[in-house]
Every structure is written in structure tokens, then in C-alpha cells.
């Protein structure tokens, strides 16, 4: 074995950062190593010296303030050092740590406008807090922390539960017959889950329906869409007073009361990561419409996060082709207005529209019935906005 060999893995970094400027230099890499030994045990602090500053953050001072584009060459070791050593030194920043993080006890937030060395931390916790926009005692601008709206939506959470706690021991006295006579539809439970919806967002939001005529019976198969907005989206469906079965993650089914009442209605649970679960969804929905069951279904997929719909995804519209069943579209008007999506601790005063457009007839092909629901709820949209 050679004696001038070192180690590469453990001394990497560090060692193509000392031969940066010195690619001409005549002295062997022992005794390169052997100086570099040194020059750390005279800066440790047992030593009298200064702080230790890792290899990997000198070597990026490096490359930040200046810095050679010489070639290394250490045996069948060749590399350019400036472009090589900057992958070098992120591939160790991203598997180690930084000290100082670990032992200051603050914890720092990085974003996307952070730099690739750790950046932002507090100024960027700090920005997303100046965002969050004034606190103010009533304000319309939804940027503002309103205390009002804080307050509204306390008393809205309150009396929802309150509402709820007798209402869903009703259904666990139903729900056996229902299970028994009405499994798939179960009219008895939807109701009592229509009538918790209307009681509880009429002392606190206007909601009202435009196009009831163009619902289906309740006994007839049809696949509801509808864009996604905020929270307030179900409450504000709930007022169509059809036994519809809508898609939930998962993880609502265990919030207390409210996600146990949605598990006797008999609505579907989804795992959005879980390619199993999915199929699994869109099976109980193909049987729930073969046997004149409704189902509701959000096609962007999840809420907006600003208000602007999103593409509409072919699941819903594969399902309705696949079953020759119509398609209902739906739109939500201001329901992020009330309740915006992120900041559900808010709840602000306002009227929601639930408007029903005439259903489109059956067809095979998917993509156009995807195409014509999400063109007539856009425009919608842009005429209520």
C-alpha cells in the first residue's frame, strides 16, 4: 500500500480544499496532511487558538469570495476543483447538520428563497409573519388577522359540536335499520347530517341556492363535481339536501363526532398517497352508482391555496363514462372568502352561492365530460368574482 495515500472519504472535502491554489505546489499529500493536522490543533480552543471552522464552510467561503479553476491530480484522482468541490460540499451539508443549529436551541425555518448554504432561518420566519398582514379588530382585507372573525369562527366551532353531540347520538340509534334497509343511499342519516349543515351556518353565514331544478330525484344516479375551495365547501353542499356520498381523506374520519357521523352516512374514505387506496375509492363509487347511489367529487383534488381553481383531474369524469350516469356541475362561490383555506382559525361574515348548473348527459368520453364541467364552473367563477 502506498504511504502517501489518504484516506478519500473521510478527508474529501477538506483535502481537495487545501490544493486549491496550490495545484503546482511540490509537496507530497502526507505531508499537506500532515500541515493540516497542525494548523487545526494550533486553532482548537485547547490550544489557545480560535474556533474550529469546519473544512466544508471554508471550502465554500472559497468558491463564494474567490477562487482558482485549477485541475488536481492525487494518482487516478482528477477533478476541477471550483465545480467539484461545490458538489462536494452540498453533498456534506446535506447529510450532516450544522453545529451551531443543533446547540443553539433555535429552531430556523428554511423557504425556497433561502440560500443553498442554510439561509433565511429568522428573516425568513419573520417575512412569513409581516405577511400574515396587520391584527386588527375588524378589517375585510383577508391578509389582516381580524379578532372579530377569530372570535366568529370560536362561536361557530362551539355551536357546531353542540349541535352535533345529540344529533350524531340519533344516528347510532338509526343507523342499525339504515345499515339494514338503505345501505347504500341511507336518506334517514343524510338528512340528519343536512339538517346539522343548515343549523349550523345559519346564524352565522348566508347561503343560498340558485338552480334547484336542475338537481337530479334522490333516487337517481349522477356523479356531483364541484371546484374546492375552503372548509366551508360540505356545510355549504349540505344544503342541496341530496343523499350524496362525498370523497374524505382519511384522516377526518377520527375528528370526534363529526368524522364518526361521516363514517355511519357511509362516505368514502381516501389515502391520497396510497395508489391501493384509490382504486380501492373509485371501485365503491362505481357500485355505489350502479345501484342509483349519487356521489360527490372535488376534481382539482384538494383545496385552492389561493382562491385560483385548479386543473380538474379525469377520476370523477372516468367514473360517470365508465357508469353512463350524468354529471352535476357545481359551483362554490365565496366560500374562501368565509373561511379561507390555511386559516381556518378565522371565520368572516359573508354571502355563499351554491350554484347548480343543468347536468351533462352521459357520455363515454371522459375528457369531454371533464372539459364541459370545468368550463361552465370557470366561468362561473369569473362572473361572481
Not at 370 to 378: A, F, G, P
Request: aromatic share 10%; with cysteine; hydrophobic share 35%.
Amino acid at each position: 500500500m502506498d504511504r502517501n495515500f489518504i484516506p478519500q472519504r473521510k478527508y474529501r472535502a477538506s483535502h481537495i480544499a487545501s490544493h486549491m491554489f496550490a495545484t503546482t505546489s511540490t509537496t507530497t499529500p502526507r505531508a499537506a496532511f500532515a500541515a493540516q493536522r497542525r494548523r487545526r490543533r494550533n486553532r482548537s480552543p485547547r490550544c489557545g487558538g480560535g474556533p474550529i471552522v469546519s473544512y466544508t464552510q471554508r471550502t465554500a467561503s472559497l468558491l463564494l469570495f474567490g477562487g482558482g479553476g485549477g485541475r488536481h491530480k492525487h494518482g487516478d484522482f482528477e477533478r476541477t476543483t471550483t465545480t467539484q468541490v461545490y458538489d462536494e460540499y452540498l453533498f456534506i451539508k446535506a447529510r450532516r447538520p450544522q453545529q451551531q443549529q443543533r446547540s443553539s436551541g433555535v429552531r430556523t425555518r428554511s423557504t425556497a428563497t433561502g440560500s443553498s448554504f442554510g439561509g433565511g432561518g429568522f428573516h425568513a420566519f419573520a417575512a412569513d409573519a409581516a405577511g400574515q398582514g396587520a391584527t386588527r379588530l375588524w378589517s375585510s382585507n383577508p391578509e389582516d388577522v381580524s379578532l372579530l372573525a377569530i372570535l366568529r369562527c370560536v362561536a361557530f366551532t362551539c355551536w357546531t359540536f353542540a349541535l352535533a353531540v345529540p344529533l350524531f347520538a340519533t344516528m347510532c340509534l338509526m343507523f342499525p335499520l339504515c345499515y339494514a334497509f338503505d345501505r347504500t343511499r341511507r336518506y334517514a342519516l343524510s338528512f340528519v347530517n343536512d339538517l346539522w349543515a343548515i343549523c349550523s351556518t345559519t346564524p352565522f353565514v348566508n347561503i343560498t341556492v340558485e338552480g334547484r331544478e336542475h338537481l337530479p330525484r334522490r333516487d337517481e344516479a349522477a356523479v356531483y363535481v364541484a371546484n374546492h375551495q375552503s372548509f366551508m365547501d360540505i356545510f355549504s353542499l349540505f344544503h342541496l339536501r341530496r343523499p350524496f356520498k362525498f370523497i374524505s381523506k382519511t384522516s377526518n374520519f377520527i375528528i370526534p363526532i363529526i368524522g364518526w357521523s361521516m363514517f355511519l352516512t357511509g362516505h368514502v374514505p381516501l389515502k391520497r398517497t396510497d395508489r391501493r387506496s384509490q382504486m380501492e375509492t373509485l371501485k365503491i363509487c362505481r357500485e355505489t352508482l350502479r345501484k342509483n347511489g349519487s356521489v360527490l367529487f372535488f376534481p382539482e383534488g384538494t383545496r385552492s391555496v389561493d382562491g385560483t381553481m385548479a386543473d380538474f383531474k379525469k377520476g370523477a369524469f372516468s367514473v360517470a363514462a365508465k357508469e353512463k350516469v350524468p354529471v352535476v356541475p357545481i359551483t362554490l362561490v365565496n366560500t374562501g372568502g368565509v373561511m379561507r383555506n390555511g386559516k381556518e382559525w378565522m371565520m368572516r361574515g359573508g354571502d355563499v352561492k351554491v350554484v347548480v348548473h343543468p347536468r351533462i348527459a352521459p357520455s363515454e368520453n371522459a375528457d369531454d365530460l371533464c372539459e364541459k364541467s370545468e368550463k361552465v364552473i370557470k366561468e362561473c367563477l369569473v362572473n361572481n368574482s
